[in-house]
């Protein structure tokens, strides 16, 4: 299904959709017949990329598949309760999962590791299993223009390498490659999509992650300005930023 088939996108939707476009085609990240897997967490930016390759398929010259596969991370077995039903009423195919990943991280089982880059490691383990499982060419993850800028950063100040993020990287001798569409936009953008899309985000359970709630309150704050979209040539021009190659 294409969603929203005929309705009039707003500017930060229409922002999301074209730039992802954009970004597919600069790095040449799908081709006929590819099956993408979407990596769902539940936030603004999964949830937004999820839709916005909903729509590319009514889009491209050519048919492609996508499957979101979701890992509850295990400290609340129901926060996802709302996925399943918007999955089947956007005809969209799934795997939905709960784990104890995000328990174990911070268990003693876990002594050499930070509890965040355990569950990490282990979620995304876990999505390449299920690439494999249900032989998807592509794993799609949500980053966009605020998270390549951030890890330019950190890796230049921390470990003084000049690296950022790949639109499109290739695994296992090029049996899944591993993309980014939303690379080019900016997380404002992202925020006021989902709020105007009615995107079923939930926060993060963990305790301990520094986004906890954070999603939400920022989506409160992109709806209380009505008028947002009334003349986006009058804000501030969205900055795209090219991926940083090795």
């Known amino acids: 299904m294409s969603g929203n088939k005929g309705k009039k996108r707003s500017f930060a939707q229409?922002?999301?959709?074209?730039?992802?476009?954009?970004?597919?085609?600069r790095a040449g990240m799908l081709w006929p017949g590819c099956r993408v897997g979407v990596a769902v967490s539940g936030g603004v930016d999964s949830f937004v990329l999820l839709k916005t390759l909903q729509i590319r398929q009514g889009i491209v010259p050519f048919p492609f598949e996508i499957m979101a596969l979701h890992l509850n991370p295990g400290f609340d077995p129901q926060s996802h309760a709302a996925l399943p039903g918007w999955l089947a009423r956007q005809g969209i195919a799934s795997h939905v999962e709960v784990t104890d990943y995000g328990p174990e991280a911070h268990s003693g089982k876990n002594l050499r590791r930070s509890a965040c880059f355990r569950c990490a490691w282990l979620r995304r383990k876990r999505l390449f299993e299920l690439c494999a499982r249900y032989k998807l060419t592509h794993l799609a993850l949500g980053h966009n223009a605020d998270d390549l800028v951030q890890t330019f950063f950190l890796n230049l100040c921390r470990n003084g390498r000049v690296d950022g993020m790949?639109?499109?990287?290739?695994?296992?001798?090029?049996?899944l490659h591993l993309i980014r569409p939303l690379l080019l936009v900016e997380k404002k953008y992202i925020l006021k999509a989902a709020r105007q899309w009615a995107l079923p985000v939930w926060a993060n359970a963990c305790r301990r992650c520094i986004y906890n709630g954070l999603a939400r309150w920022q989506m409160e704050q992109n709806s209380a300005a009505p008028q947002e979209d009334a003349n986006p040539t009058q804000g501030a021009a969205p900055t795209a930023h090219a991926p940083i190659r090795h």
């Open 14 to 25: 229409e922002l999301c959709v074209k730039s992802a476009g954009r970004a597919m085609q």
């Open 166 to 175: 790949h639109m499109n990287e290739s695994f296992f001798g090029g049996g």
